[in-house]
């Protein structure tokens, strides 16, 4: 009896083991699509309020994770093909959720807002894109920006063109060949700055829409588990005011990124 209890123990500790072998943790690898002051390659590393976000959630999950900034079309095919573990910042759709796994918790909730020259944006615009259906648009290549913005391309009643980055978007304006970008607001204020054109470029307000962000996940067997543990610890974040005032401490310092400590 007592050496069968003790083959039985044995065996279970074996197997233990072998679980464990089987399935260490590893280090997340995400990529980040370029979205300053979001998502930002610095010298220190990548940066920026969504970014600081999502690692701090995996750090309170008990995660390793690394963020590396990509362009979204890089960065899209990366998840579809399996080479990278997560995708930031991603909106939802039927598509993508037959594709990834997502939590039900969004990372981020951007105002989507249109760029246009100086001294040509229309007056009183009220907010409705019904407004603008004969102008000229660009958007980011294969990115989805809001719900009735995109429904209207698809559907062929908006013009929309595409660019392969939102600096590129916003410069397609300043030359003329379109009237309005589709541009998150605050990463198309920070761009407008940084390529000196305020002069030329202004945001049209109202927004469209307030898009939530989220991460979305690989579905892959060693990832199980990651997208209900990363789910919890955003949820607790948004409700402890832990997102928020990451996100107060970038608009403190104008959404500069925070250089490290010198020893």
Same mark, same amino acid.
């Given at each position: 009896?007592?050496?069968?209890?003790?083959?039985?123990?044995?065996?279970?500790?074996?197997?233990?083991?072998?679980?464990?072998?089987?399935?260490? +943790?590893?280090?997340?690898?995400?990529?980040? *699509?370029?979205?300053?002051?979001? @998502?930002?390659?610095?010298?220190?590393?990548?940066?920026?309020?969504?970014? $600081?976000?999502?690692?701090?959630?995996?750090? =309170? !999950?008990?995660? %390793?994770?690394?963020?590396?900034?990509?362009?979204?079309?890089?960065?899209?095919?990366?998840?579809?093909?399996?080479?990278?573990?997560?995708?930031?910042?991603?909106?939802?759709?039927?598509?993508?959720?037959?594709?990834? $796994?997502?939590?039900?918790?969004?990372?981020? %909730?951007?105002?989507?807002?249109?760029?246009g020259s100086i001294g040509k944006m229309p007056?009183?615009?009220?907010?409705?894109?019904?407004?603008?259906?004969?102008?000229?648009?660009? =958007?980011?290549?294969?990115?989805?920006?809001?719900?009735?913005? $995109? %429904?209207?391309?698809?559907?062929?009643?908006?013009?929309?063109?595409?660019?392969?980055?939102?600096?590129?978007?916003?410069?397609?304006?300043?030359?003329?060949?379109?009237?309005? !970008?589709?541009?998150?607001?605050?990463?198309?204020?920070?761009? @407008?700055?940084?390529?000196?054109?305020?002069?030329?470029?202004? *945001?049209?307000?109202?927004?469209?829409?307030?898009?939530?962000?989220?991460? !979305?996940?690989? %579905?892959?067997?060693?990832?199980?588990?990651?997208?209900?543990?990363? $789910? +919890?610890?955003?949820?607790?974040?948004?409700?402890?005011?832990?997102?928020?005032? @990451?996100?107060?401490?970038?608009? =403190?310092?104008?959404?500069?990124?925070?250089?490290? =400590?010198?020893?």
């Amino acid at each position: 009896m007592i050496r069968r209890r003790a083959l039985s123990l044995a065996g279970i500790a074996c197997s233990m083991t072998g679980w464990a072998a089987a399935t260490p +943790e590893r280090t997340i690898r995400i990529c980040g *699509v370029e979205l300053p002051p979001l @998502i930002m390659a610095t010298p220190y590393g990548s940066t920026g309020v969504v970014t $600081d976000i999502v690692l701090q959630a995996c750090q =309170r !999950a008990e995660l %390793r994770a690394t963020v590396e900034v990509v362009p979204w079309a890089r960065g899209f095919a990366a998840l579809k093909s399996g080479d990278c573990d997560a995708l930031i910042p991603t909106i939802r759709s039927s598509e993508r959720e037959a594709l990834f $796994d997502f939590p039900s918790e969004p990372i981020y %909730r951007s105002e989507m807002a249109l760029f246009g020259s100086i001294g040509k944006m229309p007056a009183g615009f009220s907010g409705k894109l019904s407004e603008l259906l004969s102008y000229r648009f660009v =958007r980011l290549k294969g990115a989805l920006f809001a719900p009735e913005f $995109d %429904r209207a391309v698809q559907e062929g009643r908006l013009h929309c063109e595409e660019a392969l980055s939102f600096a590129a978007a916003l410069r397609m304006v300043d030359v003329g060949r379109v009237d309005f !970008a589709a541009v998150p607001k605050l990463a198309g204020l920070q761009i @407008i700055a940084a390529e000196g054109l305020t002069a030329h470029l202004q *945001v049209l307000e109202p927004a469209l829409f307030v898009q939530p962000f989220y991460i !979305a996940l690989a %579905r892959r067997p060693d990832l199980a588990g990651v997208r209900q543990r990363l $789910d +919890e610890q955003l949820r607790r974040m948004a409700s402890d005011g832990s997102s928020q005032a @990451i996100e107060d401490d970038y608009r =403190r310092r104008k959404w500069m990124p925070v250089n490290p =400590r010198k020893p």
